[in-house]
């Protein structure tokens, strides 16, 4: 038996051997990251870079890494403010967080190209960068993104369900707006400027994003179907899954547009998984990258040609 738990231990430690969590200093404040496999990239390779959702450390990552860290080197971080990372004096704009995001991978010398990951207000974040930097992308493997997708017009759609007249809708939708905003002055200064530009870039229709056709290159867009709100919490008033479920179906409708805009799209779909994809089904976020890698190869075979 103690020979089984040396070899258990041997293992994990061997997984682990190369990452290194520590501070380094961008723009003068500290930036807490992690990379694995980062000494032993090979040329040309691309870069797995997560962006974590809103108000989340990095950390949030660990249950993929030691699959993802078989198939290239890769590294996470935390915002400022966010997690171990120093605060700085700065709004997270999605052109402030790209740039930042570029000091630090050229702070730790690496080179492009990277493929982006990013989960929820990360998702919207790669997305964005893939406007400012698409020379320095491979890919973008978005995880359940904030929807950029939505207008005013047509998020009006998911109501369509319940059957009401529009003055209640309109009701309803300003009751979500106001419970968002409620309470924000008890969060953590970063977490209040990352909701502020949420809902500034909302109350835009996204028009910083979707000004922008993506780059012609891997594109992957991974939600889960799972509604997760407990029975005892949910609305007397309407029928909060069927809501739910309205949402994602307009939403996967409009996000297979996205991926239909480039020539090696994917969508996926667990049923299983919750808004965390990647914790809730880890596989499917590991298959996703090594399928971007793949089709990235082929891509830049095919442009040699």
Do not use: C
Request: glycine share 6%; proline share 5%; no cysteine.
């Amino acid at each position: 038996m103690r020979k089984y738990i040396f070899l258990g231990l041997s293992l994990l430690l061997n997984t682990y051997a190369y990452s290194q969590k520590r501070f380094v200093e961008v723009d003068s404040s500290r930036i807490w990251i992690n990379t694995i496999g980062t000494d032993n990239r090979n040329e040309g390779q691309p870069i797995i870079v997560f962006e974590s959702g809103y108000g989340t450390p990095m950390d949030n990552w660990d249950v993929v890494l030691e699959g993802i860290s078989e198939l290239a080197p890769l590294v996470t971080y935390d915002r400022p403010g966010i997690g171990k990372s120093e605060q700085v004096d700065e709004m997270p704009t999605i052109k402030n967080v790209s740039d930042r995001l570029v000091r630090i991978l050229t702070h730790l010398k690496l080179d492009p190209p990277y493929i982006l990951v990013g989960h929820s207000l990360g998702g919207l974040y790669v997305r964005g960068f893939a406007n400012y930097y698409p020379e320095l992308l491979a890919g973008l493997v978005m995880i359940d993104p904030a929807d950029f997708t939505e207008t005013h017009q047509n998020k009006r759609l998911y109501y369509d369900v319940l059957h009401w007249e529009d003055p209640k809708i309109d009701s309803l939708m300003a009751s979500f707006i106001d419970k968002r905003k409620s309470g924000k002055e008890q969060m953590p200064l970063s977490m209040q400027r990352e909701s502020q530009v949420l809902e500034d870039i909302r109350e835009n229709e996204f028009k910083e994003i979707v000004k922008k056709k993506l780059p012609n290159i891997p594109v992957h867009i991974l939600t889960g179907g799972r509604f997760e709100k407990p029975k005892k919490n949910r609305s007397k008033a309407y029928d909060e899954e069927a809501l739910f479920r309205s949402k994602m179906k307009h939403r996967v409708h409009r996000w297979t547009n996205v991926i239909q805009s480039v020539d090696k799209g994917m969508i996926f779909y667990s049923g299983d998984a919750g808004h965390f994809v990647h914790i809730d089904d880890p596989e499917l976020l590991i298959s996703s990258i090594k399928i971007v890698l793949k089709d990235y190869n082929l891509l830049k075979q095919n442009n040699k040609k």
